[in-house]
């Protein structure tokens, strides 16, 4: 049976993703993950927004239109959140975010089961990746509770990976997968017995690929932390540290467990021992909380830190949550007028931080319209013409100026 199985939403969604076209292949179907025309559809959806729900629902219809008889299955966060929104007689069968390789036991059933998460980390899931860059998680689940945020509900508390599963998976891993993106939905709390995050990316580093991580919470960085990153020989420094607001007023509000000085400090350390280190960020605007006066405290405040890019998100009001049950939602129009507000900013400090850069280290992903892209160590996505190279080669150049979304270089 050809299987179409459509990703919404994060890194960990794209992993499960891949380890259940994995398992599907097994099994002796044809599985892939564009969309396009099958039998069956299995969207793997997202809640960490109304907008990513309402996504994740118009996806159904979009899977009608390559095939009306198909069957359709819904598994993922937006199913956990509100099942009821997916129980429609043209859906086949609808799981949450818990076993997702269990849908493939409902395959010409008609119903839903929504289960309850367990304390231990589901390492059922493998994922044989042939993409240059593979995610590779070892995390999933959330004890944070920012008063803004419905995933610990969607996810379930904070759960961690084995360190030898992890080195295992990374090691299965063609050769022609150059690069693997350390992913979970709270990586920062990972935990095996008495080890931590770094123990894991050492571990990581002995494997001998080139590394990265997807995201990082600011307390888990010290002197020691970053003096063990520092030697880790395949490590590509891009820090992608969570902020949401340059407000210590808002920061309280969110819940959210430091202060914008002690952020900043952070930033400092990195850039310390990590000269032209990447550090990227999200941003949270329009909190419910938020005044103008707030609002110029976080502009303000991305300019002093420097970042190298923004991930602007306007607040999305959930259901569930401390703040949609304590504050009044802001308008639509404040919302957004502060958003472009500070892209304009975001795209200032990216294209000074890109021109910042000399040369490049880059993993080359993709020939398009003339041009190989990939993205450097310190995440420049870079542009050059194409030559006597080929999609998966590592390849130096220096930055001829800003192009597109990034750079174009010239490869030695």
């Known amino acids: 049976m050809k299987i179409c199985v459509v990703t919404l939403g994060c890194k960990v969604n794209q992993y499960e993703s891949d380890a259940l076209i994995f398992k599907l292949k097994e099994l002796g179907h044809d599985a892939v993950g564009d969309l396009e025309v099958a039998d069956a559809y299995i969207i793997n959806t997202c809640a960490v927004t109304n907008e990513a729900e309402r996504k994740s629902r118009q996806m159904i219809e979009r899977c009608r239109k390559f095939n009306k008889d198909a069957e359709i299955y819904v598994i993922g966060c937006a199913s956990q959140n509100k099942c009821e929104q997916f129980e429609d007689r043209t859906i086949n069968f609808v799981l949450g975010s818990a076993n997702k390789l269990d849908i493939i036991k409902h ?32 995390q999933d689940g959330c004890n944070r509770f920012c008063s803004y945020c419905l995933i610990p509900y969607v996810r379930g508390r904070s759960r961690s990976r084995k360190i030898e599963s992890v080195v295992s998976e990374i090691n299965s891993l063609p050769a022609t997968v150059k690069e693997v993106v350390i992913v979970g939905i709270d990586v920062s709390s990972f935990r095996d017995g008495d080890k931590t995050l770094i123990d894991l990316l050492e571990a990581v580093d002995s494997c001998g690929r080139r590394w990265r991580l997807s ?53 400092q350390l990195i850039r310390k ?3 032209l280190a990447g550090i990227t960020t999200d941003v949270i605007v329009g909190f419910p909380t938020e005044t103008e006066e707030n609002f110029e405290e976080t502009l303000d405040f991305v300019k002093k830190v420097k970042f190298s ?51 490049v280290e880059v993993l080359v992903e993709e020939e398009k319209e003339g041009y190989y892209t990939g993205y450097s160590k310190n995440y420049i996505k870079c542009y050059f013409m194409a030559g006597n190279v080929a999609v998966g080669d590592i390849v130096k150049g220096k930055i001829a100026g800003l192009f597109k979304d990034g750079a174009l270089i010239l490869v030695k």
């Open 107 to 138: 395959f010409g059933e008609h119903g839903h089961e929504i289960e309850d998460f367990t304390d231990e980390y589901d390492d059922s899931m493998t994922s044989a990746q042939t993409r240059t860059r593979a995610f590779i998680k070892v």
């Open 215 to 267: 995201s990082m919470e600011d307390n888990i960085i010290s002197e020691e932390f970053i003096l063990r990153l520092k030697n880790c020989k395949n490590f590509c420094p891009h820090f992608h540290l969570s902020l949401q607001s340059g407000s210590d007023a808002v920061l309280k509000k969110m819940n959210r467990k430091y202060s914008t000085e002690q952020f900043f400090e952070t930033t």
């Open 273 to 275: 021992h990590f000269d």
């Open 309 to 359: 890019d923004l991930h602007i998100f306007p607040y999305s009001k959930r259901n569930g949550t401390a703040a949609t049950k304590l504050y009044k939602d802001l308008p639509k129009p404040v919302k957004m007028k502060r958003l472009y507000r500070l892209q304009e900013v975001g795209n200032e400090l990216k294209n000074e931080f890109i021109l910042s850069n000399k040369e």
